[in-house]
């Protein structure tokens, strides 16, 4: 069956632009994250969806970052007024329950200009 | 707070050696989940372990266990008989209930002829 899908997988943008990144999980996948990559490093974690329950935002890095899930389903990943230094890979990643393995997309390699 | 530690930056091995990859995590929570991912140069994250705290038995997978402490908040993962194809960032990741996924910063590992 079909992955976890992001889109684009690639994104040049200039700095202070807007900017939205897509995520596709799984279907009946009730938990969605996103992190962050930035080169050679871990993972640093930004927004957590969990069923109908309230989105864990602790992650997010400012106020330029927001996220939503429309239906359980699809999430966007919106970042405001981009800097360079939000220059990284977002992944997107989903799983069937919190505690089930994490399947992940192929990311998208944001470059800011 | 929930914190996962891996204090080993860079590791190498031998093809057909054993190699053991650490990773503590700090909790105050009983039940929990712990993972080990692995990410190769291609970027997609794939799982290769899976721990439940409440089991005592190590997991396995093939060529791949863990050494599991829960007293010691330890988490290892080794590696038997090397392969070229083991080369790759391994993330070891934590998750207690009702919270999100905790990744550590990594370990990379190169596996040499």
């Known amino acids: 069956g079909a992955g976890v899908s992001q889109s684009p997988s690639n994104k040049v943008t200039e700095k202070g632009k807007d900017v939205e990144l897509r995520c596709d999980p799984i279907?009946?996948?009730?938990?969605l994250y996103w992190y962050r990559q930035s080169l050679g490093q871990g993972l640093e974690f930004l927004i957590y969806f969990q069923g109908n329950s309230a989105p864990d935002k602790s992650g997010l890095p400012s106020d330029r970052f927001s996220a939503e899930r429309t239906g359980g389903s699809v999430s966007t990943l919106t970042i405001q007024r981009t800097q360079q230094e939000d220059s990284a890979v977002y992944l997107c990643?989903?799983?069937?329950?919190?505690?089930?393995?994490?399947?992940f997309g192929n990311g998208t390699r944001l470059t800011v200009t | 707070a929930q914190t996962v530690t891996q204090s080993q930056p860079e590791m190498s091995v031998q093809e057909a050696e054993t190699v053991t990859l650490s990773c503590t995590y700090d909790t105050s929570e009983n039940n929990y989940y712990l993972f080990w991912y692995k990410q190769p140069p291609s970027r997609q994250m794939i799982l290769v372990i899976r721990q439940e705290a409440y089991k005592q038995q190590n997991a396995t997978e093939n060529r791949f266990s863990v050494n599991f402490q829960k007293a010691a908040k330890s988490f290892s993962l080794k590696i038997s008989d090397s392969q070229l194809g083991d080369t790759a960032m391994y993330f070891c990741?934590?998750?207690?209930?009702?919270?999100?996924?905790?990744f550590g910063k990594g370990t990379s590992l190169l596996v040499t002829p």
């Open positions: 279907s009946g996948h009730t938990a």
């Open positions: 990741a934590f998750i207690p209930s009702g919270y999100a996924l905790n």
């Open positions: 990643a989903s799983s069937l329950w919190y505690n089930s393995p994490l399947h």
